[in-house]
Structures are given as structure tokens and as C-alpha cells.
């Protein structure tokens, strides 16, 4: 830090010059597809970029005859392409070298640094910045379908330091970000670890011997609803957990975010769960492709979208959370509500839907093997959060200069 400050006072200790990100970046251009009949590229719409990693993935092969009428942009390594479809999704990425010369979908505002200028990773940061965030909510049009037109992404004024300033700027905030997609990879290696032990220990050899119970057996199922929005006594100053499928997810909860009143629990069809309860969403869009279960560690309210079990006294709670998740695709396939507007889990098959139950000695076992990976998981979930949180405030700290006069 030392290093950038006395670049900034040696090279710009007036202040430095701000630009619009148009002015320093170069024009792409657009494949003129007749040219290209007998070749394929691959194809980078706003699906393929991850918004956890601001990386490029899926993306698909395309050629002249099945390319989509958005498949328009040649991009060139270290290009910067920012979403400008809902845009505050913030879907935005930097090309590699593998996606050189390949075709991204007019969606993107596609950001080629002017090298006499600007750094294209300082362009990258610029991008993710809470400036440039907040300046894209001020810009973007409609509400449905909000977007921003590429000509008011070009609009955002920055600070353009010397290069010598930005390189040294970059070099430490890339370093941020290369430690995050080390521990990305590393969250990711142990997520597909668990998965395999997960699925070895429920369906290891002998397990078509055990007994099979049915979920309405494992103990008392409940339901929950929603306190009055109208009736601030339900809300105010709120301390009891009410989860909702916000907060449905992860293998443990440690919080929610709305509470509710002892009000509400007296006055609505709302119950006070035991802790250690395990949770499953029952009606939600998401049940698509993904049916949450969550343990509730605490006591707590739901709404009337989830159903939540406590389990008898013969039986390990987190014995039957990794199970249930485990076999969650399965039932997620058996016990999916046919029609209906919103994807649903029908409540009685579910209820008949059965899982093998070992001794309780096995149960423990089997728990303690999969907690093991969980905790690593929580663990690394902690310290990639807190990478972030790191980058986010040196970046917004790195990126702030006094405008020259």
C-alpha cells in the first residue's frame, strides 16, 4: 500500500483524470457469418457466465446455420463483457485466452481496453466496483425486464490513473480475486468429495437389507404460514426465526432473514418448532431442478411453503438430514406434484416416500463421517466470504482518487 501511495503522490498528487469507460476502450466488431459458412465457435451467452466466479462456462458450439440472432460479437482475450440484461445481476467476466476470437451474445456490453491508456483488468475492477453498481441501478430502464443499452454502460466516469499507477493497483487486487478461485476450486473438490462418501454410505452394499421406514413415521411433521403483513405487532421488533425459502439451502441454518413476534405465534396458524428440526420447501420454482433441505438448529417458525419434521428419540436428526439430501433427486422425481402453477411436492407422497434406517449406532456413524465434510465445507465457506468481503473493501478503497482539476 505504501508502494501506491507514493506512485500516487510522485505521478498524480493533483489528483487524476476522469474518463468515460467509452473513451478508453476500443470498438469490437460483428462476424459477418456468410464469411464464415464451414466454421463453428463457441458460444458465450449470459447463461455461461458464473456469477459466483465471474467465469465463463457452458457455453455451446454454434456455427452460420443454428447460430441465435444474439450471436453477433467477436470477443478478443482480456476483453471485459458486462451483462446489460438485468443488470443488476451483474453477470460480468474477463475472457481468457481460451474464448479468443470466439462469439459472445449482444447482451453483453463488450469492454476492450485502449492499451495507451487503460489496463483491461482495470477496466475488470471499475466493473465489479460499487460505483459502477450503484451507477447501473441509476441507469437501467424497465421493470419487468430491466436493462441498461450499452451507450450508458459506456457513460460511467472513472478514474484514469498512469498505468503505472493501475498496475500496481491490479496486482494487488488480483491477488484477492486468484485467492478466491483458489478456495472456489478447493470448496468445490470437497463438495464433490462429500458427494461421493454421501452416496457410498447410503447406498453401500447391504443397505437393500436394512429396513426402509416412511417419512410420516420418523417423527412429527408440521406445517407452518404467514403473519399478517398488515399487522406491524406481527413484525416489529420481531425475534423469533420465521424461515422462508430465502433462507432454504444450506445444510445448517444459522439465521433467518425475517423474524416474527410472540404475538403472531398466539395469534396465527404458526407453531414453535423444537431445534434440530429438518426442513424441506415444498412449493417453490426452484423444485425445478433442486429440492432444499435445511437442520434449523434453533427454534423457529416457518411459513405454509415448507413442511418440517422432528424426529423421534430413536432416531439421529443428522442421520436423516444427509440421507434426505442424498436421496434428494430421487425424491424430488417420485414426489413432484403433477400440474399446478408453481412446482410443488405432493405432501402424501412424500409422507409414504421411504429411507433405509440402520441402528442408531450406524446412524451416528454414518452422520459423523459426513459432518466431517460439511464442517470443511462451512469452514472454507467462511474464509471465501471473508476473501471477498477483503477484496470488496480494498477495491472500493484501491479504485477511489480525487478528481484532477
Not at 474464448?99 to 476492450?112: E, K, N, W
Not at 439421529?316 to 414426489?335: E, K
Request: hydrophobic share 35%; aromatic share 8%; proline share 5%.
Amino acid at each position: 500500500m505504501n508502494r501506491i501511495d507514493q506512485l500516487i503522490q510522485q505521478m498524480c498528487p493533483d489528483g487524476v483524470a476522469f474518463s468515460s469507460l467509452g473513451s478508453v476502450c476500443l470498438r469490437p466488431t460483428n462476424i459477418k457469418w456468410n464469411l464464415h459458412a464451414d466454421e463453428t465457435f463457441s458460444y458465450i451467452d449470459l447463461t455461461s457466465v458464473d456469477r459466483e466466479t465471474n467465469s465463463i462456462n457452458n457455453t455451446q458450439m454454434i456455427s452460420s446455420e443454428n447460430a441465435p440472432s444474439r450471436a453477433q460479437q467477436i470477443v478478443q482475450s482480456d476483453d471485459v463483457l458486462f451483462g446489460t440484461t438485468r443488470p443488476t445481476l451483474q453477470r460480468y467476466c474477463s475472457i481468457p485466452d481460451q474464448y479468443d476470437g470466439q462469439i459472445c451474445s449482444t447482451g453483453f456490453c463488450v469492454l476492450r481496453a485502449d492499451p495507451l491508456n487503460v489496463l483491461p483488468r482495470w477496466i475488470f475492477h471499475q466493473v465489479s466496483s460499487a460505483a459502477f453498481q450503484a451507477y447501473v441501478e441509476d441507469n437501467e430502464h424497465g421493470a419487468s425486464y430491466p436493462a441498461i443499452s450499452d451507450a450508458d454502460v459506456k457513460r460511467f466516469r472513472m478514474p484514469v490513473p498512469p498505468l503505472e499507477v493501475q498496475r500496481a493497483i491490479v496486482e494487488i487486487l488480483d491477488y484477492f480475486t486468484e485467492l478466491e478461485v483458489e478456495l472456489e476450486a478447493e470448496l468445490e473438490a470437497r463438495r464433490k468429495q462429500y458427494a461421493f462418501y454421501q452416496n457410498h454410505l447410503i447406498n453401500k452394499p447391504g443397505c437393500d437389507e436394512l429396513p426402509l421406514m416412511s417419512l410420516v413415521d420418523i417423527g412429527d411433521w408440521s406445517g407452518g404460514g404467514t403473519p399478517s403483513k398488515g399487522n406491524a405487532a406481527f413484525w416489529r421488533n420481531g425475534t423469533i426465526p420465521w424461515v422462508t425459502s430465502k433462507d432454504m439451502g444450506p445444510f445448517e441454518l444459522e439465521g433467518t432473514e425475517d423474524h416474527i413476534t410472540e404475538l403472531a405465534i398466539a395469534s396465527c396458524p404458526v407453531k414453535l418448532l423444537h431445534e434440530n428440526s429438518i426442513a424441506i420447501e415444498m412449493r417453490s420454482g426452484i423444485l425445478k431442478h433442486t429440492l432444499p433441505i435445511s437442520l434449523i438448529p434453533f427454534e423457529a417458525t416457518v411459513n405454509q411453503d415448507i413442511r418440517v419434521v422432528t424426529v423421534r428419540a430413536d432416531i439421529f436428526p443428522r442421520y436423516v438430514l444427509h440421507t434426505l439430501r442424498g436421496l434428494s433427486n430421487r425424491i424430488l422425481t417420485t414426489c413432484r406434484k403433477v400440474g399446478g402453477t408453481v412446482e410443488s411436492i405432493d405432501t402424501k407422497k412424500l409422507m409414504a416416500y421411504r429411507i433405509p434406517m440402520p441402528s442408531l449406532e450406524n446412524q451416528r456413524e454414518t452422520a459423523e463421517i459426513l459432518d466431517s465434510f460439511t464442517g470443511l465445507e462451512a469452514t472454507l465457506e467462511g474464509e471465501l466470504t471473508a476473501r471477498r468481503k477483503q477484496y470488496e473493501y480494498y477495491r472500493d478503497k484501491l479504485l477511489t482518487f480525487k478528481e484532477a482539476a
